[in-house]
């Protein structure tokens, strides 16, 4: 256990951020899954919605500091690959 002050303050301010962090992934992960759905399902419109909605998600985590850059882009384009495919 720390003693020193700041090392105290320092694992409150890692839990809030480790929080914070989750809930962003999470909010991605939510925004990823209603895409594969709506591509599953094959409905072009719902999925074409959802990829600008996930794109957005993606695109905040990643100025964040959530996700490295590339890896968002990377999602992004797995995405976008997909709804393409429904055409």
């Known amino acids: 256990?720390?003693?020193i002050k700041s090392?105290?303050?320092r694992i409150l301010v890692n839990e809030t951020k480790a929080a914070r962090n989750k809930a962003?992934?999470?909010k991605v992960k939510t925004?990823?899954?209603k895409v594969d759905a709506a591509v599953a399902a094959g409905d072009k419109a719902a999925a074409q919605a959802a990829l600008l909605a996930a794109t957005?998600?993606?695109d905040k985590a990643?100025?964040?500091g959530v996700y490295h850059k590339n890896n968002?882009?990377?999602k992004v384009s797995r995405l976008a690959k997909m709804v393409n495919?429904?055409?």
């Open 1 to 3: 256990m720390a003693n």
């Open 7 to 9: 090392a105290k303050k």
């Open 24 to 26: 962003i992934r999470s």
């Open 31 to 33: 925004a990823i899954k």
């Open 56 to 58: 957005t998600e993606i």
């Open 62 to 64: 990643a100025t964040k």
């Open 72 to 74: 968002s882009a990377r």
């Open 85 to 87: 495919s429904l055409a």
